[in-house]
């Protein structure tokens, strides 16, 4: 069996005519991120690199230029990255809600029903088809034959009846929007 070939490491002169301008290096980076501790963070990476990668230099003046190309590479990948996270995390907001909602559906208190039902009939419709079934205001506003402004009025005035209702039967539950309501509605 071989043994395992050993990388070359860097000329200790090259390691050393690279960390000797560790603050210009750093103003390049800082120039291009958006803060200074990911300026810190890239050059350090890069520094690792230079170590792995340092026999692949042959001509000890151009370290500084390859160093630099070393750094401006580093600067792409690290925005590479950070759209991909935030790629990531767009797909995981959007997700999120759709995740959650049966279990917030499930927590909302057991008197909305009640009260919703004690509602005058347009404040009630409203609600139902805006609130509960997520129509949209404007597709709400058609079917109803309603300019979308009357509807979205009246989707405000349902709201506002719904939460004074709501007090009133359920009193401090109903201040914290009735999530995990452990009210008993008093039968009136």
């Known amino acids: 069996m071989h043994a395992p070939q050993r990388k070359e490491s860097a000329n200790p002169e090259l390691v050393e005519r690279v960390t000797a301008q560790r603050e210009k290096f750093l103003r390049f980076l800082s120039a291009r ?6 300026a810190e963070d890239i050059l350090q ?4 690199k230079a170590i792995e990668r340092g026999s692949e230099i042959r001509d000890e003046e151009s370290a500084v230029a390859w160093f630099y190309r070393i750094l401006r590479n580093a600067v792409t990948d690290h925005y590479r990255r950070r759209a991909s996270r935030a790629k990531a995390l767009e797909a995981v907001a959007m997700e999120l809600p759709k995740a959650y909602e049966p279990e ?4 909302v208190c057991e008197c909305i029903g009640d009260v919703i039902g004690d509602l005058k009939p347009e404040y009630r419709t409203v609600i139902e088809q805006v609130d509960l079934a997520e129509t949209p205001v404007e597709e709400f506003a058609q079917a109803e034959s309603i300019s979308q402004n009357n509807a979205s009025v009246r989707l405000h005035r349902a709201r506002k009846a719904v939460a004074r209702h709501l007090k009133t039967v359920c009193g401090a539950c109903a201040e914290h929007k009735c999530l995990d309501c452990t009210c008993r509605r008093a039968r009136v």
């Open 33 to 38: 991120v958006e803060d200074r501790a990911a």
């Open 45 to 48: 990476v890069a520094y690792l």
């Open 104 to 107: 917030i559906k499930a927590t």
